[in-house]
């Protein structure tokens, strides 16, 4: 069970985005260059972002991306949704109903006791991603940075808006 | 992030195997016949199993895979940890160290808050399946089934270890 790199990518640009001034945006090609990651890739995931309301594409010079609600209205399952879609980890093919001893579907109106199970225990891990916003992440992110780490960044973002 | 057919199946089988007399098991052909699922790809799910010490094999006549322990010792985590290994579902690769502003590697003991954040959540979700074992499942199929659909699996089984 993994989650996709996209999650891991976006989760640090949506921290880093509230520090683009109103108005602009940060290319996928910068954003690329400032987590060395394929530049390609990450256009498909900002798209899923962008699919998903949470971030917007401002167009022309020092356009690109940037938040489309405010962060703090922003939760990790926001972003995990977004990128991964809806379908829940485990699927339940309904093997009760195959083989020689298969239930009829009319008795399955009822649903089966391993699929519950592990919908209960991802009903605990959405519920633990949803109650953290990107906003408290940010956050904490400021609170362990330096002061010249976090002048280091906002002076990059500086540079790419013009 | 999906979880593999493979957990699905064996949580299916694992809720059967206690119905295995003594000193019998139930062999991969019969337990992908009586669920309609590959042989070859089950073969490798009950040898996963078996490596983790939740499964045994038994040789001979009557003989196959039956519970290597106590079913209310076999929790759904040991069962997904099993099948999926123990590696987390968000895999953090550092990429605050890359890039223009990367951190340092000597200023990156704290673990990173994006990854932190998830790591709780899915501690969340471990928890929820350590707390389910495969004897409240079973119990649960077991109330929720008709007596006649019991009798019926107990009479397969019974006729597979002769």
């Known amino acids: 069970m993994q989650l996709g790199k996209g999650v891991e990518w976006t989760a640090h640009i949506c921290a ?4 683009v001034p109103p108005g602009r945006g940060l290319s996928v090609d910068a954003l690329a260059d400032y ?22 594409s401002v167009r022309g010079k020092g356009g690109g991306y940037r938040l489309a609600r405010p962060i ?33 579907r009319k008795d399955c109106r009822r649903p089966c006791e391993i699929a ?18 990107l906003a408290s992440i940010a956050q904490e992110v400021a609170v362990n940075a330096s002061p010249e780490h976090l002048l280091d960044i906002a002076g990059w973002v500086q540079r790419q808006v013009g």
Chains 1, 2 share one sequence.
Request: glycine fraction near 6%; charge should be positive.
């Open 35 to 56: 987590f060395e990651v394929p530049s390609a890739y990450l256009a498909k995931q900002m798209q899923l972002l962008r699919r998903a309301g949470i971030v917007q």
């Open 16 to 19: 880093m985005l509230p520090l």
């Open 116 to 133: 519950s199970a592990f919908a209960e225990a991802e009903r605990a891990y959405r519920a633990a991603l949803a109650s953290r916003s």
């Open 72 to 104: 703090d209205e922003i939760s990790l399952l926001d972003l995990v949704t977004a990128i991964e879609g809806p379908t829940p980890a485990f699927r339940c093919t309904e093997i009760r109903q195959n083989g020689p001893c298969g239930l009829k």
